[in-house]
């Protein structure tokens, strides 16, 4: 760890990527020069449809990608002038498996830190087993784990050296419910105890509980970084639910054609979706009343990430989210 403490844990600064084209296939621009600050101490979520480049991202801090062009740097160390110090203070837990399935979670860590040079007095390799839930599997073969048991490792691996940051790469993806909350409470705790997360996820629900900022990024370019509760602010609609006495079963004609709204039957109910400022809740009201039936129950519905994220994506977005 780095005494000085920066005020960004991860910083990209025009950072491109194109990945050269084949007989078949021309270049690839995976990331278009993009500018992301990741603030340090924060929950940082990175969002995108597949293929918007966001492992590309992360592979160019890990070390495993060739930037094109740009600047990258790790808490607050430039990753081209002092690549060896600005991988230590990260831990990068891959999307894929990659283990040796002869060794033990025990010699795993070991060999892991011994690879970062952590001195043996140093090591925290029992804590870690514990915190991650592997202690009883301390001296198993790590090819006898559970899929879950080993991407419990794989964060386990990364956390050897004691990085200031902590990437996870989708590392919920085919992880049980049970074992994805484990994984979260242990990262939550991780992040209280000053780490930096950095988290690219499909899971947009994921995204919205845990993470305090985030990013999207769309076809190699950042379309928006800012805090989760802004981003969230964005959609200035709201829908509101309205609950008849008397079931609807089609849209009453007091609520065709009004200008800024999108209306729809919802088991019986009535949901209408309103831009601020251009409808008002009473007017709507009004309305349900002129059509002689009475509300039984209202409610609104504020926008989530997934609305934020279509609206932002829109087009491009090939069955993401
Ligand atoms: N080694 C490579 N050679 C050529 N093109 C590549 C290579 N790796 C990635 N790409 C392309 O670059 C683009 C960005 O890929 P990347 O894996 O960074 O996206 P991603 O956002 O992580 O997607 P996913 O969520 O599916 O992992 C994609 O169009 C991908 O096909």
């Known amino acids: 760890m780095i005494d000085t403490a920066p005020d960004y844990a991860l910083e990209a600064y025009g950072l491109q990527k194109t990945y050269a084209g084949t007989k078949s296939s021309p270049p690839k621009h995976a990331l278009k020069g993009v500018d992301l600050k990741i603030p340090r101490g924060s929950i940082f979520g990175l969002l995108g449809p597949n293929g918007a480049g966001k492992s590309t991202?992360?592979?160019?801090?890990?070390?495993?990608?060739?930037?094109?062009?740009?600047?990258?740097?790790?808490?607050?160390?430039?990753?081209?002038?002092?690549?060896?110090?600005?991988?230590?203070?990260?831990?990068?837990?891959?999307?894929?498996?990659?283990?040796?399935?002869?060794?033990?979670?025990?010699?795993?860590?070991?060999?892991?830190?011994?690879?970062?040079?952590?001195?043996?007095?140093?090591?925290?390799?029992?804590?870690?087993?514990?915190?991650?839930?592997?202690?009883?599997?301390?001296d198993a073969y790590v090819r006898m784990l559970s899929g879950g048991m080993k991407r419990r490792l794989l964060v386990a691996k990364a956390l050897v050296h004691n990085p200031p940051v902590l990437v996870l790469d989708e590392p919920t993806a085919g992880v049980d419910i049970e074992l994805r909350r484990q994984l979260w409470e242990y990262v939550v705790e991780l992040n209280q105890a000053g780490t930096t997360i950095v988290l690219t996820t499909h899971y947009l629900e994921e995204a919205q509980e845990l993470c305090d900022e985030i990013a999207i990024v769309n076809e190699g370019e950042v379309v928006a970084c800012e805090p989760k509760e802004q981003l969230l602010k964005r959609l200035d609609r709201k829908t509101l639910v309205i609950e008849a006495v008397e079931p609807l079963t089609e849209i009453p004609e007091q609520f065709r054609d009004i200008a800024g709204t999108q209306v729809s039957i919802r088991g019986g109910a009535l949901a209408i979706t309103y831009k601020f400022g251009e409808v008002s809740v009473a007017e709507l009201i009004e309305r349900f009343r002129a059509t002689g039936n009475r509300i039984n129950d209202l409610r609104t519905e504020e926008p989530d990430l997934e609305d934020v994220f279509l609206s932002l994506t829109y087009g491009t977005a090939k069955g993401a989210a």
């Not at 808490?75 to 002092?82: H, K, L, P």
């Not at 831990?91 to 001195?119: H, K, R, S």
């Open 57 to 138: 991202f992360i592979n160019i801090f890990a070390g495993l990608v060739n930037k094109s062009g740009g600047t990258g740097k790790i808490w607050g160390i430039d990753i081209d002038r002092q690549p060896r110090q600005a991988r230590a203070a990260i831990g990068i837990v891959p999307q894929e498996i990659n283990m040796d399935v002869f060794f033990t979670p025990y010699e795993t860590l070991e060999l892991m830190a011994g690879f970062y040079g952590v001195p043996k007095s140093e090591r925290r390799t029992e804590e870690i087993l514990e915190a991650v839930g592997l202690s009883d599997k301390r």
